[in-house]
């Protein structure tokens, strides 16, 4: 889609603000580091060399333990079966396919040894999770730490912005200071919006997104997306509300959104959904305020040549009642 054929307008206290996406900067931010730094005692060894490990039971620092557990190759966690090559060198099992059977650092031939040293040292080590730096206090045994990891509710979020493939992650006063800085979306204080969307040529519609916007409101952070994209032949026009935060957290509010003309209105009423969920993911599902284009033409009113959209809508957030065991608006 053209951008510059698109004017969107935030009103605010129904004052219009004319606003035009600009292409955005991107930014590169890399999630804290996930070893821990823990004190050497009695001045042990450091190294990484695997023949200085006496027996499981040894006093290693755990930083130490992390490295000797790092494949080489794709600098994941080894998990057994750990294997190495005739010199000590050591790599993960999928890793060891990948380099068809040469050892990565000597390139001898790995064959089929395995190292029983560091697979009981993998057995009986307890590890805090990766995303301690964020603020995860959980220490698990080594084999259940991955996947606790990967559903950890500190673990770095995905940047939420939906105009371009943005690799940056972080946690989320990092990304809403990411958005308003490197990608330029407007930023409001307030649960309630009242947008007007302007476009000057309707009938080009392709798989773009139209605008960002953030709203601050109960101590949270909530996007709004509004795009036109092709819904099988036909194109449409959709807006929906992401929650900065995980998916249990977004359950605690709601938010409704209306778009009307010519005595006409639809309404859409839903829970907003974790940003852990994909932009893409929730569009594909149609969890949002879907309008056909001629329904859309027909709210713009005129000799619909030029789309003029107003959405207006509120989140609220739920309050649970103790007795009754169920959620009332606030």
Avoid at 97 to 123: F, M, S, W
Avoid at 290 to 307: H, P, T, V, W
Wanted: proline share 7%; glycine share 6%; hydrophobic share 30%.
């Amino acid at each position: 889609m053209d951008f510059d054929n698109i004017e969107c307008v935030s009103t605010v206290d129904e004052a219009e603000i004319h606003h035009h996406n600009p292409h955005p900067r991107h930014a590169h931010h890399q999630p804290p580091s996930s070893k821990p730094h823990t004190a050497t005692k009695n001045g042990a060894d450091n190294g990484n060399n695997i023949n200085s490990i006496g027996s499981p039971t040894a006093i290693v620092p755990a930083s130490s333990v992390n490295d000797l557990l790092e494949c080489p190759v794709c600098t994941n966690s080894m998990y057994p079966p750990i294997h190495q090559c005739p010199n000590g060198h050591t790599l993960c099992s999928t890793c060891k396919i990948r380099v068809h059977n040469r050892c990565p650092t000597c390139r001898q031939e790995l064959g089929d040894i395995r190292c029983l040293a560091l697979e009981k040292i993998a057995e009986s080590l307890e590890l805090p999770c990766k995303h301690y730096k964020l603020g995860c206090p959980e220490i698990f045994p080594y084999y259940s730490k991955l996947k606790h990891e990967g559903i950890c509710n500190y673990r770095p979020y995905n940047c939420p912005y939906a105009g371009s493939e943005c690799s940056v992650v972080g946690d989320i006063p990092f990304l809403v200071a990411h958005l308003r800085d490197d990608h330029k979306v407007d930023m409001h204080t307030g649960s309630t919006f009242n947008h007007r969307y302007v476009k000057s040529n309707p009938r080009e519609v392709e798989n773009a997104t139209w605008m960002l916007t953030v709203f601050n409101c109960y101590g949270q952070y909530f996007c709004l997306h509004f795009e036109a994209f092709q819904l099988g032949m036909a194109p449409v026009y959709m807006a929906f509300l992401r929650f900065m935060g995980d998916e249990t957290e977004a359950r605690n509010y709601s938010y409704s959104l209306e778009v009307g003309g010519n005595g006409r209105k639809l309404t859409w009423e839903g829970t907003p959904r974790s940003i852990r969920d994909s932009h893409r993911k929730v569009r594909d599902s149609h969890d949002g305020l879907i309008i056909q284009r001629n329904m859309a033409l027909f709210f713009s009113g005129g000799d619909r040549k030029e789309l003029k959209l107003r959405v207006t809508g509120r989140i609220w957030k739920e309050e649970q009642n103790p007795d009754a065991g169920m959620c009332i608006p606030n």
